[in-house]
């Protein structure tokens, strides 16, 4: 037995050892693991938050400096990456100082009209138990009235619920805190950065294996790039169009509402729904009658963008086919929520696209031989 097939047998024994291990010891095996997803969680979202910032601070150096790149290129970086957040932060900001007020008054609203709208179904079911005694009899099995004192029940504490929920919210922001740190030092030696892993690679793997891990983190940032670019403009146009409309039919939280139209269009295919679902209950609170509005307000608004705004914007950027597309974004949600709505998109555009690479490769190997 040569040596280089002991070393490829010991490694076999090893890895199947240690998959051995962790099926015997899965929950020790799922404690260890997330407990060093928390330690790298930092590190994950400063990456994060580097490549969007990365997005405007490129179009910043590329477009606006018109001096001598590479003899100020450290005061362009420093100038553009303060510049990026600026905007990016004062985005966000204006829109907090927007949304919120008319959040804290929906929240009021809501818990004021609930009762009452209870109250009203309560009756209504009554007049109709009154009236049909088989329908009546469905009623008393399904025990709304249950339902309806629960649910009032619910919306006395609703404000103390969110009030909770943010509380819960101080430790994501200390690990968003030091993830920002992190990207702002990714970002300003990100060339550096990227010799260095090259080297690493290098010095570890083959030259062969190591272009291809930097042909698929190539594919990876153009994709991803891409995506967000023409997503977050697409979101924010649609979104805008939308917050217009409601104002127009006087449609009550229209800001609110473009908000939330702009924040889950990020989400392709699911997104749609969740914003018509939580429009409508939310409006529907006030009077019933606007909820038919804000859907068909909606309803246009989508098939509008649908045929002609997103396939401008975005286009077929990604190359994804719909059911790959619909299927990534189900398993990114039940997996990381509604950050993984987000990015499964990108990420599966990245294996689809390699995946076919591979498999046409393989075809014209076969062809050959």
């Known amino acids: 037995m040569t040596k280089k097939l002991k070393k490829q047998l ?5 890895f199947a050892g240690l998959i051995l291990w962790a099926v015997f010891n899965y929950k020790l095996f799922i404690d260890f693991v997330g407990f060093a997803f928390k330690l790298v ?3 994950i979202v ?4 580097a490549f969007i910032i990365n997005v405007p601070m490129k179009s910043i150096e590329k477009n606006i400096f018109k001096i001598d790149k590479r003899k100020h290129k450290k005061l362009i970086r420093i100038i553009s990456l303060i510049l990026s957040i600026v905007i990016i932060f004062g985005i966000l900001g204006l829109i907090l100082f927007l949304v919120i007020p008319e959040f ?3 929240v009021s609203s809501i818990s004021k009209n609930l009762p009452t709208d209870f109250k009203w179904f309560d009756n209504f079911i009554t007049k109709v138990s009154d009236a049909y005694p088989f329908a009546g009899e469905y009623i008393k099995d399904t025990n709304f009235k249950n339902i309806i004192d629960s649910a009032i029940g619910t919306s006395d504490n609703l404000i103390s619920t969110i009030i909770s929920l943010l509380s819960k919210t101080v430790s994501k922001l200390v690990t968003c805190f030091f993830g920002f740190i992190i990207s702002i030092y990714i970002l300003i030696d990100k060339e550096n950065l990227v010799r260095q892993t090259k080297k690493l690679l290098k010095a570890f793997f083959k030259d062969s294996v190591t272009d291809e891990i930097v042909k698929m ?4 940032n153009v994709t991803f790039t891409k995506f967000l670019t023409g997503q977050c403009l697409d979101a924010c146009l649609t979104g805008f169009e939308f917050f217009i409309i409601l104002s127009i039919i006087k449609i009550p939280y229209a800001l609110i509402l473009g908000v939330l139209f702009a924040v889950t269009a990020l989400i392709p295919y699911i997104g749609a729904f969740i914003t018509l679902v939580v ?6 609170v006030e009077n019933p009658i606007n909820a038919l509005w804000y859907a068909l ?9 649908d045929n002609f705004t997103y396939p401008k914007i975005v286009g077929k950027s990604v190359g994804l086919p719909p059911l790959w597309a619909l299927v990534a974004v189900l ?3 039940s997996v990381f929520g509604f950050v993984g709505m987000v990015i499964s998109i990108p990420i599966s555009s990245v294996l689809y696209t390699t995946l076919k690479e591979w498999v046409n490769y393989r075809i014209e190997n076969k062809r050959k031989s």
């Open 46 to 49: 400063g990456v994060a938050i």
């Open 279 to 284: 429009g409508a209950v939310l409006v529907a």
């Open 331 to 333: 398993l990114g949600g």
């Open 10 to 14: 010991m490694e076999l024994i090893l």
């Open 297 to 305: 307000a909606f309803f246009i608004l989508q098939q509008f963008d």
């Open 104 to 106: 804290i008054e929906a």
């Open 217 to 220: 983190v190539k594919l990876t």
């Open 41 to 43: 969680m930092p590190l």
